[in-house]
């Protein structure tokens, strides 16, 4: 179904009935009447509530340190609701939405003209109209479907080969590798302790520096290639700041000469006087000045730096930060101000990045805006390992589903503050297996609560093994263990939806009113989701033994003990420290690397190359589209009979359960 588009300004009056929903413009403001028991969902990754009715916020990208509440990293001016009514509003400014009766949405202070397009369909149809409008999805290659390991603290050789000689040793699958606190905390493009000779207009390559064998960083490149050798890909951390530098930092004759360039060539974000922007104080890296991507001279300036790090094998880059306009009136080359790019920005920055490192590697980004999909990975921010900072992140993600991105990740269990205790790590491990991209991650040591007494001073690592020492929780390890081993499972078929949703402009981890929007009941969930075909129940607070579970129409399958249950009914489960109860439908199938065990869970190790070996079928009859990187196929089955249609190149084992 094609949006209707308007087109208004402040001089706009009209009333119309869109998708049988009143709309009246007048003065620059918006009022969509809504029905008393209609969900308004969406406007990207909200944390506090899933349903918006009944509160007040804007579309402001915004850094706000854990507890985000009202405040998000990546808003949208997109929304849906339970009858079939959907709305983009295309603007990069700030817009206050008002749910408190009908929606009202206070759109123009200023005299400019902006699209409003109006999406009808179900959810499904919606979120693809929006997709569409906005930018197709990138996917990002297939090692970014398995494990993800991160901690501030790793800042040398050493940690990182001590690291991976302990996935080795227990047998962890992680397939990536994120280093943040790797550069020389200036330049952030310079490893740290790297000699090297200043230079001005400097495009660096890696015979420019020498590395000290006591230093932290002792061969970078060499390193890069055991982590490769190891089976993981590496990303590094960037941020968009010409930093400036404070009196603990010492001083850095390059980032000084670097400093100067920017000035001298116009490269970042100016004032009306010409002179550059810096962050606020109050804010993260107060007095840095901001790098101008709408200027191509800063593109080529600043992706010259760092041009060499792909060229010894980096992967990809957690591109973080993006959310530094403070000012209305800052002033970009593109002839945009701040009150257009407050936003925009952080979409901007993303995009020069995604140009830079081209196919085969990826981003995993904080902040975003309108098209984010279209450039990487998007992932939380900051959060506390608590269970309220956990049930929030969870509603997070159901907001950026209905909001049309499709690969989203959180930190397990949190990244903040005292280490998770082991039963809120076992649970968001557990979600974040049947998340688009599952990944750990910690506080830097020394951060905002890693300490949080005088007294205690502790490894802050949220590792599995880490976990289970500083808690004496001998078990935790084998228990999580079982958990990373059925994400590499069920590794091609994330991969084979991921790529199936790229093609069809759909997204991945799924409120339940995407594919159940006539279904009242499922529309009203907010703690179940959908991951491709797989419905999953988490549990998101403590002490829960035992919880409802909303199966819709049809016939489903427990995951783990092939058991039956009638749908468009409720059950009580039990849900054990060990068990996540997880469905699939009947009439679909997944397609698995199980090895010759032939069993879920089973230690498959972290090679992408080994390619599916199982199709474990459900129900009498149904079809199931597989597709990889070699095929591209159906599976159909009916009664005693199999079929395959299409581009199949390895043998499968076949389990029907019926």
Known sequence: MNPITWRISRNTKRRESVFDHEILVEKGSITIRLSDHERVVGFGE????????????????????????DHTYFPLPFFLTTRHFAMFLETKKIVRFDLTNDLVIDLLKDDDEVNIHFLGGNPRTQIASFI????????????????????HRWNSDRLVDEQLRIINDLRFPFTSMVLEQWSDEATFYIFNGAKYVTKEEWTPTYGDFEFDENG???????LIQRIHDQGLRLLLWQCPIIKELEPKDGTNEQHALDQKAVIRNGLVCLLPDASPYKIHPGHWFPGSMIPDFSNPDMKEWWFSKRKYLLEIGVDGFKTDGGEFIYQDDVCFRSGLTGKDMVNQYSHDYIEAYAEFVGEGRTLFSRAGYVGQQSVGIQWAGDQKSTWSEYQSVYRAGLNAGLSGQTFWSFDIAGFAGDLPEPELYRRATHV??????????SEPVGGQFSLLTK??????DRTPWNMAEQFGDVALVEDCRKYYWLRMNLLPHIYSESLKCVQNDHVLFKHMMIDYPDDPTACRIDDQHLLA??????????????????????????????????????????TPMNRLPVFVKSGSALCLNLGDSCELMSDVGNDL????????????????RIVNEDEDFEIIWNNDTIDYVGRLHRSYQVKWIR
Not at 55 to 69: A, E, R, T
Not at 609 to 624: E, M, R, S
């Open 46 to 69: 909200r944390f506090d509530a899933v349903d918006q009715r009944n509160h007040v916020f804007d579309n402001h990208v915004v850094d706000h340190f854990c507890h985000q509440n």
């Open 132 to 151: 569409q409008l906005t930018g197709r999805t990138l996917c990002p290659p297939k090692w970014a479907f398995g494990p993800w390991m991160s901690a």
């Open 216 to 222: 932290p960083w002792k061969d970078p490149r060499a």
């Open 432 to 441: 974040g297996v049947f998340t688009p991209v599952m990944q750990l991650h």
């Open 455 to 460: 007294e205690r001073v502790f490894v802050n």
């Open 533 to 574: 075909n797989l419905l999953v129940a988490p549990v998101l607070a403590k002490g829960v033994q035992a919880r409802d579970i909303y199966l819709p129409e049809g016939d489903w399958y427990d995951v783990f003990d092939q058991h039956k249950f009638k749908g468009n009914a409720i059950y009580h489960v039990e």
């Open 609 to 624: 190359d080994v390619g599916p070996n199982h199709l474990w079928i459900y129900g009498d009859a149904g079809k199931h």
